[in-house]
């Protein structure tokens, strides 16, 4: 099983729509939670860090389940710029070591 | 410049020769990272430095693989004999805070698209 999983994609919407994914991690001591974006032939970029309480950025809600070990990302009223890979981040092992899921396309159509 | 800077931007090599690509973090990052991404794929961990400790370098996939940063900033990754399999985009990410404090974001360059023919 991989480390981090999430689901490729792609996620296709309508412009205003409401979206979300989910991504899931096998080390239950998995310390911090990250989402990245990446827009297509371009570096990533952090979007938003993830806190156990979950947190709310704008139009991004992030929010970590521990027991079920997954993090979620959701976007409402969704924009054509939000057209990206998004890509899950997690610390984990003795040196805290971060991992990527391979990331989740998203496309928002107009 | 402000952010991290990669070269070159693109490679092209041929089966077997050495390459050297070099990454210049954000000044004052004590935290810096190389990556690789094969397309359509995430990123995999190559090595971490942070200051002048030892480099994590359990992401290396063989030992014609090599990493160095000189005076806690400029890094260079050195792959000896290219195989076909090391085409891929290699990136660079700095940070001001170490890994593991949770506090870590990573600022990336916009990477090296290496072409083994």
């Known amino acids: 099983r991989k480390e981090v999983e999430q689901d490729p994609g792609p996620f296709n919407v309508p412009e205003g729509a409401t979206v979300a994914f989910n991504c899931t991690y096998s080390n239950s001591a998995s310390q911090s939670f990250f989402w990245y974006r990446q827009d297509c032939r371009k570096e990533p970029k952090l979007l938003m860090s993830v806190y156990s309480s979950g947190n709310e950025d704008g139009r991004f809600t992030a929010q970590l389940n521990r027991a079920s070990q997954y993090i979620s990302l959701l976007i409402r009223d969704s924009k054509l710029s939000d057209s990206a890979t998004y890509l899950c981040v997690v610390s984990s092992g003795s040196a805290r070591q971060l991992t990527f899921g391979s990331g989740t396309q998203l496309t928002v159509l107009p | 410049g402000a952010g991290v800077s990669q070269s070159p931007s693109n490679k092209v090599t041929e089966k077997g020769k050495d390459v050297e690509l070099r990454c210049d973090p954000i000044s004052g990052h004590t935290a810096l990272y190389w990556y690789r991404q094969s397309l359509g794929q995430g990123l995999e961990f190559l090595i971490y430095f942070q200051g002048n400790s030892a480099p994590d370098k359990s992401g290396l996939p063989s030992d014609r693989f090599s990493a160095e940063r000189t005076g806690g900033s400029v890094s260079t990754l050195t792959i000896q004999r290219t195989q076909q399999e090391d085409s891929a985009v290699y990136l660079c990410?700095?940070?001001?805070?170490?890994?593991?404090?949770?506090?870590?974001?990573?600022?990336f360059g916009s990477g090296t698209q290496l072409s083994v023919l």
């Open positions: 990410a700095s940070s001001s805070f170490p890994q593991g404090t949770g506090n870590e974001k990573l600022f």
